[in-house]
């Protein structure tokens, strides 16, 4: 019990991280620190370079990044980065609720990192206290590996593609449909988002232009607005009516 204090205690150092943890989204932070004390945790620190979880490992633990980077590399696409996770992302449940007993991925510490890792078990069974935002943390979880199954899909789809063109019209497909609406706004910088597409970053700006001056998109930094869906192909778009 008095580790398991401690650990609570190191916690708070990161209140306002996992305040923003999409795992954590509308949970008052003194619940989530009543539930990690009833739930049982662990957390791990990473030198940048340093293997978190290598592929082929087993997995019963989701983690929620405190602190640092990690991303996630297939060896098999000659090292290919799939996702780049910041402080406050969660990794793991996507690959446990599928039932995959072994992980395709390798992740990395990008940098210096520390981890929380959760026991999946224990994150979604009962308690005796029965925390009063359990129910809404499922709800979370549930959410959230539907987005990184979504995600995953379309990791699969821009592999299979070789053209800049190609894998930005891609992306932009899924946002519009993520979104439900032909103006949304993305994340990830221009340099983030070349690497998510596997493309330099160079190429992802010039193949912007060419289709705002085409009058597929417009663009003004982050903001992003379709004006030409049928610019689009209709196979890939099938595959994203989420």
């Not at 990473?46 to 990690?70: N, P």
């Not at 029965?130 to 809404?136: T, V």
């Not at 930005?168 to 998510?196: C, D, G, H, P, W």
Request: net charge positive; charged share 25%.
């Amino acid at each position: 019990m008095f580790a398991l204090t401690r650990r609570i205690w190191a916690l708070k150092e990161y209140d306002a991280v996992l305040q923003k943890a999409s795992l954590f989204e509308g949970i008052p932070l003194p619940d989530i620190h009543k539930f990690l004390q009833c739930r049982g945790n662990r957390i791990q620190s990473y030198q940048s370079g340093d293997i978190v979880i290598q592929e082929g490992s087993r997995l019963t633990e989701i983690g929620v990044i405190l602190r640092g980077r990690i991303c996630s590399y297939k060896n098999e696409y000659a090292k290919v980065m799939l996702f780049d996770l910041p402080a406050g992302q969660c990794f793991g449940s996507t690959f446990i609720f599928n039932g995959i007993s072994e992980i395709p991925v390798t992740f990395i510490a990008e940098e210096d990192s520390k981890v929380l890792f959760l026991d999946l078990v224990k994150l979604v069974r009962c308690c005796s206290k029965n925390c009063s935002s359990h129910g809404q943390l499922i709800e979370n979880l549930m959410h959230l590996t539907s987005e990184k199954n979504k995600l995953v899909q379309l990791k699969k789809e821009l592999l299979k593609l070789h053209d800049c063109k190609s894998k930005v019209l891609l992306y932009l497909m899924f946002m519009r449909e993520k979104n439900q609406n032909t103006t949304f706004e993305i994340s990830e910088n221009r340099e983030k988002l070349a690497a998510f597409l596997n493309i330099r970053k160079n190429e992802l700006i010039n193949t912007l232009i060419s289709l705002k001056k085409d009058g597929i998109i417009t663009y003004s930094r982050a903001k992003f607005t379709i004006l030409d869906e049928t610019a689009f192909p209709l196979k890939l778009l099938d595959k994203f009516k989420l």
